[in-house]
């Protein structure tokens, strides 16, 4: 039911709520394993702002009660998060389990159902176990794509009683940039021939953990797999010719390259031919090109923050490097662009509505959800008042901004059942660790108290009216 002077009413059973993942949230207590971020920073701590690691992180794995109490205490139905590879499975190379971890990630699932919250379970948030990495050079190895299956086999085994609603990965074209391409992931290579190959890995990856949770119990039982994808929609400086070619390029690498796979089953006709033109096409064979066609998502996540401005390149690019995909564009930092200045992400909620469009319009109109949206701001204690509140209107009407675009896209019949937030709880951000602050509960990272902010209350009235 609709408050009396609602404006934007949602469809029946929309989920209202906000992501998280394992290794931002719990903290490495008992973990038998690193992940790539947790080796990184065991070496090279001041990589990180303020040197800020992921030991501690906002102490899920201790808090995990509270904590999802007071997710409950905000109106959220449902909140993502993930099963961490490196706590989970004590042998990767038989998929052998930690009890340990069985038991704690069974804990925090009957805690989300106890408190009548959706728990959707992610399987991979940049979170590469180390050894995999030194052993086979991570996803640049189809190796790892076996081993990432099993470790998903033993998941939907060991959970799918519990979870209906699953996801293979999260940004996997974040681990292809920020891996091998732009230096903000360990091991922070510049490679274009091994990006492309790890774009292709983490596509076949995707599909085999598809095709095995097609035939599990889980999927029998009703469950449903998706992947949840940044989505940066690519728009030309102008409408000269050069330019819109430039932000087609940039549409078909950035977006297109995992949305293609995911949901039609193939990848880009363009991109795979420049690719191939260029010498850095990935190596694949007839029956890995088979899986990927017949092993598509039930659902699309969607994780908007910016748009990308691309221009058509104004200076050469350098052949002597490696190959790079701004081959084929520049980025265009749009004059009087409204910006996050703590981010240095424009806001452009409209790209919400166009994302819309396009999963209707050139993507079947699969069901869809936004599984991340939000806001990071440096600094939030200043806006703290005498009751202790973090003012944060600004994620407010950023927020509400953002929905009356989805809210318009939903209404001209874009197949979106969800919105959740990033995040519930501020939680650690890679290189950013702490900087920037993003959740409807803050964190005190001295004391680790939590508390509300004014967007947690603004986010419980929303959900229980469905719509503001
Ligand atoms: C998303 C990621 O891209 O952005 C999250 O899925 C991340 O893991 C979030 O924490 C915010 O990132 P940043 O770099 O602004 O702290």
Redesign the pocket.
């Known amino acids: 039911m609709g408050g009396l002077n609602m404006k934007y009413e949602f469809p029946k059973d929309f989920w209202w709520g906000a992501?998280t993942?394992g290794p931002?949230s719990e903290g490495r207590f008992h973990k038998a394993h690193r992940n790539v971020f947790d080796y990184w920073y065991d070496i090279e701590p001041e990589a990180f702002w303020n040197r800020v690691g992921p030991n501690v992180a906002s102490n899920f794995y201790n808090d995990y009660r509270q904590d999802i109490a007071l997710m409950k205490e905000i109106g959220l139905n449902s909140v993502r998060t993930s099963i961490q590879w490196t706590r989970l499975i004590r042998d990767f190379e038989t998929g052998t389990e930690d009890r340990d971890a069985v038991q704690f990630y069974r804990d925090v699932l009957d805690e989300f159902l106890r408190q009548g919250i959706r728990p959707v379970i992610n399987l991979h948030?940049?979170d590469l176990p180390i050894e995999l990495y030194e052993k086979y050079g991570g996803w640049e190895s189809k190796k790892v794509v076996e081993l990432f299956v099993l470790f998903a086999q033993k998941c939907f085994d060991l959970f799918g009683d519990r979870v209906k609603d699953w996801v293979t990965f999260?940004?996997p074209m974040?681990v292809v940039e920020g891996e091998y391409l732009y230096q903000f992931h360990y091991p922070n290579l510049v490679d274009g021939k091994k990006a492309c190959q790890v774009l292709y890995n983490l596509n076949l990856a995707s599909a085999k953990a598809i095709e095995a949770f097609h035939a599990s119990d889980c999927a029998k039982q009703g469950g449903r797999i998706g992947i949840?994808l940044?989505l940066t929609p690519a728009y030309p400086r102008s409408d000269s010719e050069a330019d819109r070619k430039a932000a087609e390029f940039a549409e078909e690498f950035k977006n297109n390259s995992f949305l293609y796979p995911a949901i039609k089953g193939i990848f880009p006709e363009k991109l795979v031919s420049v690719l191939e033109q260029d010498g850095v096409l990935w190596e694949s064979t007839p029956e890995e090109l088979e899986v990927i066609r017949s092993n598509t998502v039930d659902f699309l996540g969607v994780?908007y923050?910016h748009p990308f401005r691309a221009k058509a390149r104004e200076t050469a690019f350098d052949d002597g490097g490696s190959w790079l995909p701004e081959k084929y564009f520049e980025e265009y930092e749009m004059p009087g662009a409204r910006m996050n200045p703590y981010?240095r992400?424009e806001i452009y909620p409209k790209a919400i509505y166009d994302i819309a469009v396009n999963v209707r319009d050139n993507y079947g109109n699969l069901p869809w959800y936004i599984a991340?949206n939000?806001m990071?701001v440096e600094g939030e204690e200043k806006f703290r008042d005498e009751e202790g509140v973090i003012r944060d209107t600004y994620r407010i009407e950023f927020l509400e901004e953002h929905l009356a675009w989805l809210h318009k896209g939903i209404t001209e019949g874009s197949n979106c059942f969800g919105f959740h937030m990033?995040?519930p709880i501020d939680?650690w951000?890679?290189?950013?660790a702490y900087?920037?602050r993003?959740g409807f509960i803050a964190v005190d990272l001295a004391t680790q108290k939590k508390t509300i902010k004014q967007s947690g209350h603004w986010m419980k009235k929303v959900s229980r009216e469905n719509g503001f």
Do not use: L, M
């Not at 951000?429 to 950013?432: F, H």
């Open positions: 992501a993942s931002q948030h940049f999260n940004e974040v949840v940044n994780n923050y981010r992400w991340e939000g990071g990033w995040t939680c951000s890679w290189k950013n900087k920037n993003y």
